[in-house]
Protein backbone atom coordinates (compact mmCIF):
# COMPACT_ATOMS: atom_id res chain seq x y z
CA UNK A 1 0.00 0.00 0.00
CA UNK A 2 0.99 3.67 -0.77
CA UNK A 3 2.20 5.86 2.24
CA UNK A 4 -0.56 8.41 1.17
CA UNK A 5 -3.42 5.52 0.80
CA UNK A 6 -2.03 4.18 4.43
CA UNK A 7 -2.48 7.34 6.21
CA UNK A 8 -6.52 8.03 4.60
CA UNK A 9 -6.91 4.31 6.15
CA UNK A 10 -5.87 5.01 9.25
CA UNK A 11 -7.09 8.50 9.85
CA UNK A 12 -10.16 7.40 8.40
CA UNK A 13 -10.00 3.93 10.83
CA UNK A 14 -8.97 5.89 13.47
CA UNK A 15 -10.55 9.19 13.90
CA UNK A 16 -13.72 8.37 12.21
CA UNK A 17 -14.93 6.92 15.36
CA UNK A 18 -14.58 10.33 17.25
CA UNK A 19 -17.03 12.66 15.35
CA UNK A 20 -19.78 13.71 17.24
CA UNK A 21 -23.12 11.79 15.00
CA UNK A 22 -24.58 11.10 18.05
CA UNK A 23 -23.43 12.93 20.76
CA UNK A 24 -24.81 15.73 22.70
CA UNK A 25 -25.27 19.69 20.90
CA UNK A 26 -21.92 21.64 22.04
CA UNK A 27 -21.82 25.35 21.37
CA UNK A 28 -18.24 25.75 20.20
CA UNK A 29 -15.88 28.63 20.17
CA UNK A 30 -14.91 30.74 17.11
CA UNK A 31 -12.35 28.96 15.08
CA UNK A 32 -9.01 29.68 17.12
CA UNK A 33 -6.53 32.33 14.76
CA UNK A 34 -3.92 30.78 13.12
CA UNK A 35 -0.49 31.88 13.92
CA UNK A 36 2.83 31.25 12.77
CA UNK A 37 5.29 28.95 13.57
CA UNK A 38 7.86 31.52 14.92
CA UNK A 39 5.47 34.50 15.94
CA UNK A 40 2.73 34.30 18.90
CA UNK A 41 -0.52 35.74 18.28
CA UNK A 42 -3.91 35.69 20.48
CA UNK A 43 -5.89 31.90 20.82
CA UNK A 44 -8.55 31.50 21.60
CA UNK A 45 -8.37 31.04 24.75
CA UNK A 46 -7.27 34.87 27.20
CA UNK A 47 -3.41 34.31 26.77
CA UNK A 48 -1.65 34.36 23.99
CA UNK A 49 -0.30 31.00 21.86
CA UNK A 50 3.37 30.90 23.09
CA UNK A 51 5.81 30.45 19.63
CA UNK A 52 7.73 27.00 19.25
CA UNK A 53 11.14 28.01 20.25
CA UNK A 54 11.67 25.07 23.01
CA UNK A 55 14.69 23.43 23.03
CA UNK A 56 13.12 20.02 21.93
CA UNK A 57 13.59 18.65 18.50
CA UNK A 58 11.66 20.33 15.56
CA UNK A 59 8.86 19.08 14.38
CA UNK A 60 9.31 17.48 11.10
CA UNK A 61 6.32 18.31 8.59
CA UNK A 62 5.06 16.06 5.89
CA UNK A 63 5.96 16.85 1.93
CA UNK A 64 4.08 19.39 1.77
CA UNK A 65 4.68 22.57 0.25
CA UNK A 66 5.13 24.75 3.12
CA UNK A 67 8.28 25.06 5.15
CA UNK A 68 6.46 26.26 8.29
CA UNK A 69 2.70 25.26 9.58
CA UNK A 70 -0.06 27.00 8.34
CA UNK A 71 -1.84 27.01 11.94
CA UNK A 72 -1.61 25.46 15.12
CA UNK A 73 -4.95 24.37 17.08
CA UNK A 74 -5.60 23.99 20.47
CA UNK A 75 -8.56 22.56 22.24
CA UNK A 76 -11.50 24.45 22.49
CA UNK A 77 -12.30 22.67 25.71
CA UNK A 78 -10.32 21.13 27.65
CA UNK A 79 -11.84 19.23 30.82
CA UNK A 80 -10.56 16.82 33.67
CA UNK A 81 -11.77 13.55 34.59
CA UNK A 82 -11.66 11.27 37.37
CA UNK A 83 -11.54 7.66 36.58
CA UNK A 84 -12.46 6.56 40.05
CA UNK A 85 -15.91 8.53 40.51
CA UNK A 86 -16.99 9.32 36.75
CA UNK A 87 -16.64 12.73 37.55
CA UNK A 88 -16.09 15.36 35.08
CA UNK A 89 -14.66 18.79 35.85
CA UNK A 90 -15.73 20.56 32.61
CA UNK A 91 -13.51 23.38 30.90
CA UNK A 92 -10.65 23.87 33.01
CA UNK A 93 -7.83 26.18 33.31
CA UNK A 94 -5.52 23.42 33.23
CA UNK A 95 -4.85 19.49 31.54
CA UNK A 96 -3.76 17.22 34.15
CA UNK A 97 -2.95 13.80 33.82
CA UNK A 98 -1.91 11.82 37.09
CA UNK A 99 -1.81 8.73 38.21
CA UNK A 100 -0.02 7.30 41.61
CA UNK A 101 0.40 4.43 43.72
CA UNK A 102 -1.26 5.78 46.60
CA UNK A 103 -4.74 7.53 45.07
CA UNK A 104 -6.95 4.74 45.51
CA UNK A 105 -7.49 4.13 41.75
CA UNK A 106 -8.75 7.60 41.00
CA UNK A 107 -6.15 8.42 38.02
CA UNK A 108 -6.73 11.58 36.92
CA UNK A 109 -7.18 11.76 32.68
CA UNK A 110 -7.60 14.74 30.41
CA UNK A 111 -10.99 15.26 28.07
CA UNK A 112 -10.62 17.96 25.30
CA UNK A 113 -12.69 18.99 22.57
CA UNK A 114 -11.00 19.79 19.16
CA UNK A 115 -12.68 21.88 16.30
CA UNK A 116 -10.97 22.02 12.80
CA UNK A 117 -12.18 24.33 9.58
CA UNK A 118 -12.97 23.70 6.35
CA UNK A 119 -10.50 25.61 5.00
CA UNK A 120 -8.17 23.22 6.28
CA UNK A 121 -9.63 20.64 4.08
CA UNK A 122 -6.54 20.09 1.67
CA UNK A 123 -4.13 20.12 4.22
CA UNK A 124 -1.75 17.36 6.03
CA UNK A 125 -2.37 17.72 10.00
CA UNK A 126 -0.54 16.01 12.90
CA UNK A 127 -1.13 15.25 16.41
CA UNK A 128 1.31 16.41 18.82
CA UNK A 129 1.92 16.99 22.46
CA UNK A 130 4.20 19.72 23.84
CA UNK A 131 5.44 20.86 27.10
CA UNK A 132 7.23 24.04 26.47
CA UNK A 133 5.29 26.47 28.60
CA UNK A 134 6.59 27.80 32.20
CA UNK A 135 4.08 27.04 34.27
CA UNK A 136 4.11 23.03 32.84
CA UNK A 137 5.57 20.31 34.41
CA UNK A 138 5.84 16.56 34.44
CA UNK A 139 7.44 13.80 36.85
CA UNK A 140 7.32 9.75 37.45
CA UNK A 141 7.28 8.09 34.22
CA UNK A 142 6.63 11.00 31.58
CA UNK A 143 4.41 8.77 29.73
CA UNK A 144 1.06 9.41 28.70
CA UNK A 145 -1.67 7.54 26.50
CA UNK A 146 -3.34 9.08 23.42
CA UNK A 147 -7.24 8.24 22.95
CA UNK A 148 -10.41 9.29 20.47
CA UNK A 149 -13.68 9.66 22.32
CA UNK A 150 -17.00 8.74 20.65
CA UNK A 151 -18.30 12.06 22.01
CA UNK A 152 -16.11 15.30 24.28
CA UNK A 153 -17.65 16.09 27.56
CA UNK A 154 -19.80 19.10 27.54
CA UNK A 155 -20.36 19.90 31.23
CA UNK A 156 -19.56 19.31 34.77
CA UNK A 157 -21.16 16.04 35.94
CA UNK A 158 -20.53 13.31 38.95
CA UNK A 159 -20.40 10.71 36.74
CA UNK A 160 -19.26 10.16 32.41
CA UNK A 161 -21.16 7.30 30.99
CA UNK A 162 -19.92 4.22 29.22
CA UNK A 163 -16.23 4.80 30.41
CA UNK A 164 -16.08 8.28 29.56
CA UNK A 165 -16.33 7.06 26.12
CA UNK A 166 -12.88 6.24 25.54
CA UNK A 167 -12.75 4.81 21.95
CA UNK A 168 -9.58 4.17 20.02
CA UNK A 169 -5.98 4.77 21.38
CA UNK A 170 -3.65 6.28 18.74
CA UNK A 171 -0.75 5.38 20.53
CA UNK A 172 1.63 6.46 23.71
CA UNK A 173 4.30 9.22 23.78
CA UNK A 174 7.18 10.04 25.97
CA UNK A 175 6.97 13.45 27.59
CA UNK A 176 9.75 15.63 27.06
CA UNK A 177 9.87 18.86 29.52
CA UNK A 178 10.56 22.03 27.75
CA UNK A 179 10.26 19.96 24.41
CA UNK A 180 7.94 17.96 22.35
CA UNK A 181 6.57 14.51 22.88
CA UNK A 182 7.76 11.51 21.07
CA UNK A 183 5.76 8.79 19.52
CA UNK A 184 6.80 5.42 21.39
CA UNK A 185 7.09 3.15 17.39
CA UNK A 186 4.61 0.39 17.73
CA UNK A 187 2.11 1.79 20.12
CA UNK A 188 -0.71 2.66 17.81
CA UNK A 189 -1.65 3.62 14.73
CA UNK A 190 -1.07 7.27 15.50
CA UNK A 191 2.58 6.26 16.53
CA UNK A 192 3.07 4.74 13.34
CA UNK A 193 2.70 7.86 11.16
CA UNK A 194 4.25 9.98 13.90
CA UNK A 195 0.63 11.51 14.18
CA UNK A 196 -0.06 12.71 10.67
CA UNK A 197 -3.30 12.42 9.18
CA UNK A 198 -5.14 14.52 6.18
CA UNK A 199 -6.91 17.40 7.82
CA UNK A 200 -9.77 16.22 5.64
CA UNK A 201 -10.76 13.77 7.84
CA UNK A 202 -12.04 15.71 10.42
CA UNK A 203 -12.22 19.23 9.20
CA UNK A 204 -15.88 20.76 10.08
CA UNK A 205 -16.11 18.89 12.44
CA UNK A 206 -16.06 18.60 16.73
CA UNK A 207 -14.34 15.78 18.14
CA UNK A 208 -12.88 14.37 21.71
CA UNK A 209 -9.39 13.06 22.76
CA UNK A 210 -8.44 12.14 25.89
CA UNK A 211 -5.07 12.47 27.20
CA UNK A 212 -4.10 9.28 29.80
CA UNK A 213 -1.82 8.38 32.47
CA UNK A 214 1.01 5.24 31.55
CA UNK A 215 3.02 3.83 34.16
CA UNK A 216 2.72 2.82 37.71
CA UNK A 217 3.23 7.03 38.48
CA UNK A 218 2.88 10.24 36.87
CA UNK A 219 1.45 13.79 36.72
CA UNK A 220 1.67 16.13 33.88
CA UNK A 221 0.31 19.68 33.31
CA UNK A 222 -0.55 22.28 31.50
CA UNK A 223 -2.28 25.53 30.77
CA UNK A 224 -5.35 24.74 28.50
CA UNK A 225 -5.14 26.40 25.21
CA UNK A 226 -1.34 27.21 25.31
CA UNK A 227 0.42 24.04 26.05
CA UNK A 228 -0.47 20.36 26.09
CA UNK A 229 -1.96 18.45 23.50
CA UNK A 230 -2.45 20.11 20.24
CA UNK A 231 -2.90 19.67 16.30
CA UNK A 232 -0.42 21.53 13.54
CA UNK A 233 -1.86 22.36 10.45
CA UNK A 234 0.77 21.79 7.46
Known sequence: MHASNLLVTIAAGVLSGALLSEAAPLVAR????????????????????????????PYTGPAVPYSQPVAVVFP????????KTGAVDFHTARGL?????????????TLVTFSLGTQYSS?????????????????GSKQAQLFTSLAPANTDSSAWPSGNLRNQELGSIDIVP????TWEAGSGPGATVNGFFPCSAIAGQIYGGEVV?????????WPAGRDGVKIIVW
Open 30 to 57: SEPSSYSYTTPVPSTTTAAAPAYTSSGA
Open 76 to 83: DYTSQYNS
Open 97 to 109: VSRSPTNGGADIT
Open 123 to 139: NMCQLVFDLTDPSSWVS
Open 178 to 181: GGHA
Open 213 to 221: PQGDSVEVS
